[in-house]
């Protein structure tokens, strides 16, 4: 009877460097030396090829027949195939982009000048290009995870990391940009267009079933939050052992808000005094936690007696209420304490999704545009007066890039063929 399941089609394409626009046109012509010089980058590359499930992976590699694509200018599109598992992969030369008439120099421009924080509409301007085409070639990007970008780039998954949602606009839509970072890498940035407990799950879900499928014994041993109530909730039901940490700078921020009808330079005074208090319980590196709570309980008192009782009662309730998550922090030197690296990103994205406005389409794409900006926040080099200058986020937590050329690295590992 009607059986609709679908197969899905695997996408086994492959971005070769072959290090000069002649060399791939030479090797046209050569099948033999052709297939060696893939082998040879892949081996440089320590890639594995995703191979069909059933594939023992000690089949060779030969060359199949070439498609040519006409769009193209003519260039010849070669495939390979698994001789033991039949599995084609489409090579694609790093001097094409895949499926786009843009070439890659172009390409470069328009992304890092939308990477920079101009709007998608500018970039193209500049470019020569049509906003849609840039749109879609950062969406193109975003098809393949973050998870699965990043492990490629020999990053273990984070196992303290930063949780947190911006809240943003897009049209006349709220909408929600769940997002987790681990030091200068976003491993997750969704789009949810609800704040319950139940959306903030399945969009950080994304990631967790992403990680475990990589690695299946994957767990998560601390999450620094803000203390919303929907991220407590959702992180406890995703990584149930995990230690639970709440900032301390959105700590340091919240503090004002709660002593309503101060004068200003009273409130900064305090907030002065609460930074210095949480910034000494920091530098201990013993007893952090008992030190805080004494710390708390002395600063209210401090309230108290200089800004009166009903002040001192409101910031007690609030340390009560926050406190174990303070301690959450202090407690364990490998969590994280401030989300600093995180609202940068938010920032910049945040501008990135106003621009979006005239692409919130019903049938858009906004999650994989997002995970596509993600991989230029993660790939492209800081500028050159940067603390780290000329390293990408990845490099400065530790992971291997495959070419000194970020586009390059953008195309190779955005690559849907390689494990
Ligand atoms: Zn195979």
């Not at 949810?192 to 967790?208: I, L, P, W």
């Not at 490099?395 to 690295?409: C, F």
Request: contains cysteine.
């Amino acid at each position: 009877m009607g059986q609709t399941a679908k197969t899905v089609r695997e996408n086994r394409t492959i971005t070769v460097d072959f290090q000069d626009r002649s060399t791939y046109f030479q090797l046209m012509h050569e099948g033999k030396a052709f297939v060696e010089c893939v082998f040879a980058f892949l081996l440089a590359l320590g890639f594995q090829l995703k191979h069909k499930a059933s594939c023992r992976r000690s089949g060779c590699l030969t060359r199949q027949s070439p498609y040519t694509r006409v769009r193209l200018g003519g260039l010849t599109i070669w495939r390979i195939q698994c001789t033991s598992c039949k599995a084609v992969f489409t090579v694609w030369p790093h001097c094409v982009l895949r499926y786009r008439r843009m070439r890659p120099d172009v390409a470069r421009q328009a992304l890092m000048a939308t990477h920079g924080g101009l709007s998608l509409e500018w970039c193209a301007t500049i470019c020569n290009i049509s906003p849609m085409a840039l749109y879609r070639l950062i969406c193109a990007l975003g098809q393949q995870s973050l998870v699965a970008v990043l492990t490629r780039c020999a990053l273990p998954l984070p196992v303290y990391l930063l949780a947190d949602e911006k809240h943003s606009r897009c049209l006349s839509a709220r909408v929600s940009l769940p997002t987790i970072v681990s030091g200068r890498v976003i491993w997750h940035l969704g789009y949810s267009d609800g704040k319950s407990a139940v959306a903030f799950t399945a969009s950080y879900g994304e990631f967790q079933r992403a990680a475990l499928e990589h690695e299946p014994s994957y767990q998560v041993q601390g999450a620094l939050i803000d203390g919303f109530d929907s991220t407590t909730k959702s992180m406890r039901t995703l990584f149930p052992g995990a230690r639970l940490g709440y900032c301390l700078r959105h700590a340091l921020h919240k503090l004002p808000d709660k002593l309503i009808g101060l004068a200003a330079p009273v409130r900064k005074g305090l907030r002065a005094k609460f930074h210095t208090l949480l910034h000494r319980c920091r530098q201990r590196n013993s007893l952090r936690g008992v030190a805080l709570g004494q710390r708390l309980r002395r600063f209210a008192d401090h309230i108290t007696a200089t800004v009166g009782e009903d002040h001192g009662e409101r910031v007690r309730h609030w340390f009560q209420d926050k406190k174990a998550g303070w301690y959450a922090v202090l407690e364990d030197p490998r969590m994280p304490a401030m989300s600093t690296g995180l609202d940068q990103a938010h920032n910049a994205i945040d501008r990135k999704l106003f621009m979006m406005k005239g692409f919130h389409h019903p049938g858009g794409s906004q999650a994989a545009f997002l995970t596509g900006l993600a991989h230029l926040s993660n790939l492209i080099p800081y500028q050159r007066r940067a603390l780290n200058a000329a390293l990408c986020g990845v490099e400065v937590e530790g992971g291997r890039v495959p070419t000194l050329d970020w586009m390059l690295n953008l195309q190779i590992l955005t690559s849907g063929g390689f494990r």
